[in-house]
């Protein structure tokens, strides 16, 4: 009896100790793991100290940008940001430039493109519906290209250099985070898609002789973007088009029709080279009806600056475009948007809560402050024409205008749902529609004196500044809200 008493606490004993290494192991891995996440953010808060200290951009101004085409006629660059320890996502912020008259070659891409024309005129040609269609935008003109729709851009501008702010959807394209163009045109450069097959298949997909197929395959010497007639240039696209008519078409239905199966088989073609190429080739000066060429009807293009603003008073006006008010936007994803600021005035500290905003100062100049979760500043930075910013989805934010002059902004968000902003001040602000014990409580004070400090601010969304505001009822504010209105 005694030794089994005795084996039972032996065995009582053993069971204890090993729960008590289990724990023990348990604890050391919690410790473990809050170890690592302290010195991870030790580790952030050194690199944020470094780049404060060697001067380095504040991580939600994207100053840095890539060319991806650079020629005589124009260029084409991407904005980055290195170093931020947040996720963008997928989309890309791009600017195109071309000369006056010229041609950005037919392509098309493995991202979704939204083009906005900042400046001059341009014809867009693209596929559409297995048809060619064109378009002819001016400035404030907005227009979405579906990823794989081959498409080019001419400037058509007299004497104007054109100037496109373009968003890229990269979340399906063939690289994570980055884009890709195939050109359809081309030659030793860029080279077309077309160059990677073998020879013979080309020649017996356009019937032509091996002679042909090189001379259309390595005259384009110029790049991505190229000078077209009547631009004094001597360039391989310039001499081609000054043949006459009747030789340039049959030139062209020569060398891009695969066969010559008659008219009846042409219509069943899901799309012709010579469809593209006739358009862009056709005589420019040939009259037109409207701003639309093509047997598919494509959506028509978006004109912010037409278009009534969602919100305006004494201090500016904004329209935000989503889905329900232009529906090609629904397929992309993304929403755009469009600020005019007047002196001094200001965008109301607010929340995105359901998407990533990207913006460009068109115009003017002024600051964007942006907060971290905890209430600290993120980022406090002046910004000019060109600067293009950025605001995670759910950070508050605010944009103000220099005293000096008025600021215009454009931009794009990631969602193509109506994006409902939460303001944090001004008179549709969340703090008063929350008006009420459990807030007074929140700020420690009666709900009078809360009252009347979210009822100071008299304007709503688009703020005055101090010079411009109405006198507050209250002779002193806290700080906290005092920032608010400054």
Known sequence: MGRSRLTLLVLVLVLSYGALRIMGVDEDEDWGREREREESRERRRRREEEREEQGEEPPFLLKESKHVVKTE??????????????????????????????????????????????????KLGFIYKDELAERRLKIGDLYRIPAGSAFYLVNTGEGQRLQIICSFDTSESSRIGAFQSFFIGGGTSPKSVLSGFDDEILENAFNVTHVELQEFLSSQQEGPIVYIPDSGSPRTWAKFLQLKEEDKLEHLKRMVDSNQQGEEEEKKTTWSWRKLLDSLFANRDKKRTGDYKGKGKSPDSYNLYDAKPDYKNNYGWSIALDESSYYPLRRSGFGVYLVNLTAGSMMAPHVNPRATEYGVVLSGAGSVQIVFPNGTSAMNAEV???????????????????????????????????????????????????????????????????????????????????????????????????????
């Open 384 to 486: 000019r024409e060109g600067d293009v910013f950025w605001i995670p989805r759910y950070f508050p934010f605010c944009q103000i205008a220099s005293r000096a002059g008025p600021m215009e902004f454009f931009g794009f968000t990631t969602s193509a749902r109506r994006n409902r902003p939460q303001f944090l001040a001004g008179a549709s602000s969340v703090l008063r529609a929350m008006r009420g014990p459990e807030l007074a409580a929140a700020f420690g004070m009666s709900e009078e004196r809360l009252r009347n400090l979210t009822e100071a601010q008299r304007e709503a969304v688009i703020l005055p500044s101090a010079s411009a505001a109405p006198p507050l009822k209250e002779k002193k504010l806290p700080e906290l809200i005092r920032s608010f209105g400054e």
């Open 73 to 122: 006629a124009g260029e084409m660059r991407v904005v980055w940001s290195f170093g931020s320890r947040f996720v963008e996502g997928p989309l890309r912020v791009g600017f195109i430039t071309m000369e006056p008259k010229t041609l950005f070659i037919p392509q098309y891409l493995d991202s979704d493109l939204i083009i906005f024309i900042r400046r001059g005129e341009a």
